[in-house]
């Protein structure tokens, strides 16, 4: 008798560290739980640019975009869609944190594009000559370098003080072409290769400041493979005239294909 009280209170200890650990106790084992305050911060990415179904704000926030389609399905007790077209480190520290509180309980969040220029990288390539694309990236693989990191350390410290307790999963960036596919007119393959490279790099610094500040990041690259530009299948939009704006975003079936299972496996 007393030996099994003793096992059953040393397992009922272990589980109790193991779910501590996994960050899975009973209270939010189920991270779709009714209960859950979630707030999505963030860029373009996160706000469903490309995805089209736009509340009609400057932002750009789409109700197909990943945020919006897991809180439709979960039915959180607050859902504050802060994610804007456009935005960068600086945007969310100044503008998207007033959302979060010591209450949330998750929280979401691209940044860190537009800081390294990704608009201005993707201009460059298809407007002039493959050396000065070539000479763009590599200005901002550097800038990724020397810069954006204590840039993100910045709006992740920020994020874990006002939500302390707060799960945060930081969303990574797909790769934009698959090499050696169907395009036979545009950028060159050099170029496709060295903007991919880009993607990769921008990605290793994001999740390595994520993880150093206790967040998990989420790695879309592997449920884009296969739907970049260039696939025939493609779940990204490549640049387009009529619309410039949608230009190299998520189309409506990456976010919901690309984006949300990434999230959901995150939780």
Same mark, same amino acid.
């Given at each position: 008798m007393k030996m099994s009280r003793l096992v059953a209170f040393s397992s009922s200890l272990l589980l109790g560290a193991a779910l501590a650990l996994t960050g899975a106790g009973v209270a939010n084992a189920d991270?779709?739980?009714?209960?859950?305050? +979630?707030?999505?911060?963030?860029?373009?990415?996160?706000?469903?640019?490309? *995805?089209?179904?736009?509340?009609?704000? /400057?932002?750009k926030r789409s109700s197909r975009a990943y945020p919006a389609l897991w809180a439709a399905a979960n039915s959180p007790s607050s859902f504050d869609f802060a994610a804007c077209s456009g935005a960068r480190t600086h945007d969310v520290t100044g503008g998207q944190l007033g959302r979060l509180n010591a209450s949330t309980d998750l929280v979401s969040i691209s940044i860190g594009g537009n800081d390294a220029g990704f608009a201005d990288v993707m201009t460059t390539c298809v407007l002039q000559s493959e050396a000065t694309c070539l000479n763009r990236i590599a200005t901002a693989r550097a800038y990724v370098d020397s810069t954006l990191p204590g840039r993100l350390d910045s709006v992740y410290s920020a %994020?874990?003080? $006002?939500?302390?307790?707060?799960?945060?999963?930081?969303?990574? +960036?797909?790769?934009? +072409?698959? =090499?050696?596919?169907?395009? =036979?007119?545009? =950028? /060159?393959? $050099?170029?496709?290769? *060295? %903007?991919?490279?880009?993607?990769?790099? =921008?990605n290793t610094?994001?999740? $390595?400041?994520?993880?150093?500040h206790g967040f998990t990041f989420g790695d879309v690259r592997t449920t884009f493979t296969g739907h970049e530009i260039c696939s025939g299948n493609s779940w990204l939009h490549s640049v387009n005239w009529l619309n410039i704006g949608e230009s190299y975003h998520p189309t409506a079936a990456g976010q919901s294909g690309g984006y949300l299972p990434v999230f959901k496996s995150a939780l």
């Open positions: 991270s779709s739980a009714a209960a859950v305050d +979630y707030v999505a911060l963030g860029d373009s990415y996160s706000s469903g640019v490309g *995805a089209g179904s736009y509340d009609g704000s /400057s932002c %994020i874990r003080s $006002k939500a302390p307790s707060a799960r945060v999963v930081v969303l990574g +960036y797909p790769r934009f +072409y698959q =090499l050696g596919g169907s395009c =036979l007119v545009g =950028l /060159s393959e $050099k170029e496709r290769a *060295a %903007i991919n490279g880009a993607s990769d790099h =921008l610094a994001t999740a $390595k400041r994520a993880a150093d």
